[in-house]
């Protein structure tokens, strides 16, 4: 059983900073693209980041030049780092795994961290 698990979000004023982490356990991670989505009351979840597992990384425009998305695979974790924060970012961010080279895809989610900024 895969489990993803969320950590770091919390409540930040307008233009501060938070990491976000999560930690997989009960596969091979370096299989896995890993990933950062996010949901705003009344919205669609959306992409935030993406890391494939050779290091290609895919950005929101939104958050471009403000979040970095890393991963450890020796640690089965992958971050987000967030900078210069905005009352646009409120949401709740969940961590991705998905599996790659496979047929039919293979995803899975966390739970979902709070993280909210103040104007």
């Known amino acids: 059983q895969v489990q993803l698990v969320e950590s770091g979000g919390g409540l930040v004023q307008f233009g501060g900073s938070l990491k976000l982490s999560c930690a997989a356990s009960g596969t091979i991670f370096r299989l896995y693209t890993m990933g950062w989505y996010r949901q705003a009351p009344g919205k669609q979840r959306e992409l935030v980041a993406t890391?494939?597992?050779?290091?290609?990384?895919n950005y929101a425009d939104s958050v471009k030049g403000r979040f970095t998305i890393s991963r450890d695979n020796a640690k089965n974790t992958v971050y987000l780092q967030m900078n210069s924060l905005q009352p646009e970012d409120t949401a709740v961010y969940y961590c991705?795994?998905?599996?790659?080279?496979?047929?039919?895809?293979?995803?899975?989610w966390g739970q979902g961290t709070q993280v909210t900024v103040s104007s």
């Open positions: 991705n795994a998905d599996r790659e080279r496979v047929y039919p895809p293979l995803t899975y």
């Open positions: 890391m494939r597992s050779a290091g290609y990384t």
